[in-house]
C-alpha cells in the first residue's frame, strides 16, 4: 500500500469516528436511569405470615432492601420514590409511631415521598417530627399547611439530577375530609389536584426545563364516580411524564398508557401494597424524547 493510498483510508476512519454527541445520546448511560417505587406500605416491616392464607412469607423491608441495592449496583442512576402511606397497619406503628418506618427509609435511601391519609393519623405534630426525621424530600403541591410552620418542612417539588436527566418530582395529596379525623389534620386545606398539578407541571416544564416529570400521586388509580384520579389527572395534564401512584392498592403489572388531549403519551404507576411489591421502571433519553422502555416490572418481595 503506498503512503498516498494509507492516507486516504487513514482520514476515512477518522472521520468515521467523529460522531456528533447527539447522535450517540442512546449510547451514553447518562442517558439511562431506573426509577424504582413503592406505595402503601402502612407499616409491614416483616414479611408477612406463614400462615396468611394470600400472602404467606411474602414482602419484609430487609428482602427489599436487598432488591434495591442489588439495582443500584446494576444501574448508574437511579431514583427511590413512594406514593404515601407509608404508617398505620402493625402493631409497629401503634408502639413507635412511625419513627421505626422512618428510620428504616433513611437506611434504605429512598429520594423523595409524598403524603397519603394514612400518614396523617396521628396529627401534624407527629408529622411534622416525622418529616423532619427524615433524610429524602417529602413534596406535595395541593395541601396548604396552615398549622405548626409544618409547610416549612414540606416542598412544592424537587429537583433532581440523574446523569442528563433534570427530574422534576412533585406530589398530589387525595382529600382528607372524610378519611381523617379532623382534629388530625387541622386547618390543612386542599385545593383542586388538577388545577395544582397543571401550575406545577407547567413551571417544571418550562422554568425549570426538566426533561423528566413524575408526580408521586396519593390519588388513587381510577373510580367508577367523577372522585379526581390518577387516570382522571394523566388525561386532563399537557406535561407529566409519569404519575406513581397510590391509595387505592392497584398492582399493575404494566403500566396504563394515557394519552391527553394534546396526545402526548403518560404512564401511570402503582405497586399493590403493605410492601409486597417494587415497581421498577427503565427510561432513556434519546434525540426524540423519552422512551419508556420495555423493561416494566413489578418486582415481588
Not at 404519575?243 to 402503582?270: A, C, E, M, S, W
Request: charged content about 20%; glycine content about 8%; hydrophobic content about 35%.
Amino acid at each position: 500500500m503506498n503512503r498516498n493510498t494509507f492516507l486516504k483510508k487513514l482520514s476515512i476512519i477518522s472521520a468515521a469516528s467523529i460522531i456528533n454527541p447527539i447522535e450517540c445520546i442512546s449510547d451514553n448511560l447518562d442517558n439511562d436511569i431506573t426509577i424504582m417505587h413503592t406505595n402503601d406500605f402502612h407499616s409491614h416491616i416483616d414479611p408477612f405470615p406463614l400462615n396468611h392464607n394470600k400472602y404467606a412469607g411474602l414482602g419484609g423491608i430487609s428482602k427489599r432492601s436487598s432488591i434495591i441495592n442489588l439495582i443500584r449496583k446494576n444501574n448508574k442512576n437511579t431514583l427511590l420514590l413512594d406514593a404515601g402511606d407509608i404508617i398505620q397497619g402493625t402493631p409497629y406503628f401503634n408502639y413507635f409511631g412511625g419513627n421505626l418506618e422512618f428510620k428504616l427509609m433513611n437506611l434504605l435511601k429512598y429520594d423523595c415521598i409524598t403524603l397519603g391519609n394514612h400518614d396523617f393519623d396521628n396529627g401534624l405534630i407527629k408529622l411534622k417530627e416525622l418529616i423532619k426525621l427524615a433524610k429524602f424530600d417529602t413534596v406535595i403541591s395541593n395541601y396548604k399547611f396552615n398549622d405548626l410552620n409544618i409547610e416549612d418542612e414540606i416542598l412544592k417539588y424537587k429537583i433532581f439530577y440523574k446523569g442528563k436527566f433534570k427530574i422534576g418530582v412533585f406530589g398530589l395529596g387525595i382529600k382528607l375530609d372524610g378519611l381523617v379525623n379532623k382534629n388530625l389534620y387541622g386547618n390543612t386545606k386542599y385545593i383542586n389536584p388538577l388545577e395544582c398539578a397543571h401550575t406545577t407541571s407547567k413551571f417544571l416544564k418550562f422554568n425549570e426545563k426538566c426533561n423528566l416529570i413524575i408526580c408521586l400521586s396519593h390519588l388513587g388509580y381510577s373510580y367508577n364516580s367523577n372522585r379526581i384520579s390518577d387516570i382522571k389527572l394523566a388525561k386532563n395534564n399537557n406535561y407529566i411524564d409519569l404519575i406513581i401512584g397510590g391509595h387505592t392498592h392497584t398492582l399493575l403489572d404494566r403500566p396504563t398508557l394515557v394519552k391527553d388531549v394534546n396526545n402526548n403519551k403518560k404512564y401511570i404507576f402503582q405497586a399493590g401494597w403493605g410492601g409486597l411489591y417494587l415497581g421498577k421502571i427503565d427510561i432513556k433519553l434519546t434525540r426524540e424524547g423519552l422512551e419508556f422502555l420495555n423493561k416494566f416490572s413489578i418486582i415481588n418481595i
